[in-house]
């Protein structure tokens, strides 16, 4: 019997020093965090705002760009670096997804390394193509909120994923962006858009003076567009150096790298790629 009241006794010291604890450690944090206003520093538990206000045009190529992806199933964005492309499609993708306009995004690009061998890619497959969709990730978090991006990751309603893995899937009620399209082959680009199913929207946005193919190997974006543009529901929006919204010296910088010199190099050397495609 004392020893049965020993054990009660023992358990209830045990759960009232528990309970203390967990007090005094919710007050500290309370503390802590009252204090991080004074202090200026940042609780990062806390999200960022959300960023819920109206899409605006920020050049008239990016007000075309918009309504074209509002009012055709398939919309091609081309042009230089800052220019909002891949920004604006997916905004207009989460907008969408809030909105209940389409039941997944699903986000796609080619896994092709900018001039330098990287290597093997440990980890999942969102740790792989992670480092190739920052951009992207960045967007929806602030359009979403992280939480609920993360959620919706979970769930299959968004889906990131490299390009060849695409062969097969239903993007039916989808609303599906091709990016970095410049780095895609003319088979990989077939493959992407013959996936077409009802109720999908398709954003295709790239850079063709960017292409980071082997020589030799045409570009599917440039083929796309002089296969399919002409056809009903499809639009092109074409950017140029003037639509740069980043800061002043990145347009400065575009405009560097695009003297009348050097985009007659690039007209050769794609017109070289054309026809070593074709022979």
Known sequence: MAQS????????????????????SRR??????????????????????RNTDPLEARSAAQGNYIRAIETNILTFGVGPAGTGKTYVAVTIAADALAAGEVDRIIITRPIVEAGEKIGFLPGEMMEKVGPYMTPVMSVLEKRLGKGAVEF?????????????FMRGRSLANAFVILDEAQNTTVTQMKMFLTRMEEGCRIVVDGDPRQCDLPSGTRSGLADAL???????????????????????LVQDIVNAYESPEDEAAVDDAAGLKCFLSNA
């Open 5 to 24: 009241i020993a054990r009660t006794k023992h358990r209830a010291n045990t759960k009232a020093k528990g309970q203390r604890a967990a007090s005094r």
């Open 28 to 49: 500290s944090e309370q503390g802590i965090h009252g204090l991080l206003p004074m202090t200026g520093l940042r609780d990062e538990r806390i999200e960022p705002r």
């Open 152 to 164: 919706y990751l979970q769930s299959g309603r968004i889906e990131v994923l490299p390009l060849a």
């Open 226 to 248: 002089d296969r399919v543009s002409r056809l009903r529901g499809v639009d092109v929006v074409r950017f140029t150096k003037g639509d740069v919204v980043r800061s002043g």
